[in-house]
C-alpha cells in the first residue's frame, strides 16, 4: 500500500464548489539520540515526535568477492620524523674500496704541548762558509796577560842627542840657585853615606840620603829616539 489514494473524479457546478482551508506543509527533522535518532513531524495535525532506536548488531556477513584495483592515489605529504630506532649488531666487514681522491688541506690545529727531548743526532757535514757577519760592539777590557819570555836584545840604537846636566834638571825642577851651589851640595852630599838617586813617589828624580829624598825633584822628559 502506497502513501496516495486515488480519488474518484466528481463533475460539479460552480455554485456548488467551496474554497477549502490551506495546507500546511509537513517538516521533518532529525536529532541523534542515546541509542538511534528521534525524528520530529510538524503537519496539520500538529507536533509528533517519534524515535527510531538502533538495532541490535547482525551476525557477520560472507566475505564479499575482491574487487577490482583501484586508481593510483595522489602521493602524500611528509610524514614526521620518526623516533630513532635501537643500535643493530655490527655487520660483516665489507670489501676494501678504492682509495679515493686527496682532500683540500685541513685548517691549522692549535699548537700542540711541548714534546720530550729527543736523542742527540749525528754531527752532520761542513755547512758552506757564511756571509761575514756585522762588527760587533767592543768587548769588556780583558785581564792582564802573563808576562811572556824574554825576547831576544834589539839591534842598537843610534846614538841619541846630548842629555841635560844634573844641574838643567834642577833649574826645569824649581832650583834657583847657580851652578857652583848645586854642585857644592852635590859634594856635601858625596861624603855622606847611603846617597842614591831615584824616581819618589811623585814621579820626580831626588837624591836619596839614607832613603830619604833631599833637594827639589827634577822631572824627567823622555826623548823618542827616532
Known amino acids: 500500500m502506497s502513501g496516495f489514494y486515488d480519488l474518484p473524479f466528481f463533475t460539479v457546478g460552480n455554485s456548488d464548489v467551496v474554497n477549502g482551508k490551506d495546507g500546511i506543509s509537513p517538516t521533518i527533522s532529525v536529532e541523534n539520540i542515546s541509542g538511534g535518532y528521534r525524528l520530529t513531524i510538524v503537519d496539520a495535525a500538529g507536533k509528533r515526535t517519534v524515535d527510531v532506536m538502533n538495532g541490535k548488531e547482525g551476525p557477520q556477513g560472507i566475505q564479499g568477492l575482491q574487487g577490482p584495483k583501484g586508481d593510483q592515489g ?8 620518526g623516533v630513532t630506532g635501537l643500535q643493530g649488531e655490527r655487520g660483516l666487514q665489507g670489501e676494501k674500496g678504492e682509495t679515493g681522491e686527496t682532500g683540500a688541506t685541513g685548517a691549522t690545529g692549535p699548537q700542540g704541548p ?7 743526532g749525528d754531527i752532520g757535514g761542513q755547512g758552506p762558509q757564511g756571509e761575514k757577519g756585522d762588527t760587533g760592539a767592543q768587548g769588556p777590557k780583558g785581564d792582564i796577560g802573563d ?3 824574554q825576547g831576544e836584545p834589539g839591534p842598537k840604537g843610534d846614538t841619541g842627542p ?3 846636566s844634573a844641574y838643567e834638571y834642577a833649574q826645569d825642577g824649581g ?3 847657580t851652578e ?8 856635601n852630599a858625596v861624603n855622606k853615606q847611603n846617597i842614591t838617586l831615584g824616581i819618589h813617589t811623585d814621579g820626580l828624580l831626588y837624591v836619596f840620603i839614607d832613603g830619604t829624598p833631599t833637594g827639589a825633584g827634577i822631572e824627567l822628559t823622555r826623548t823618542e829616539t827616532p
Open 175 to 177: 832650583y834657583t840657585a
Open 147 to 149: 808576562t811572556g819570555p
Open 162 to 164: 846630548a842629555g841635560k
Open 114 to 120: 711541548q714534546g720530550d727531548r729527543g736523542e742527540k
Open 180 to 187: 857652583v851651589e848645586f854642585i857644592s851640595t852635590l859634594a
Open 74 to 81: 595522489p602521493k602524500g605529504e611528509q610524514g614526521i620524523q
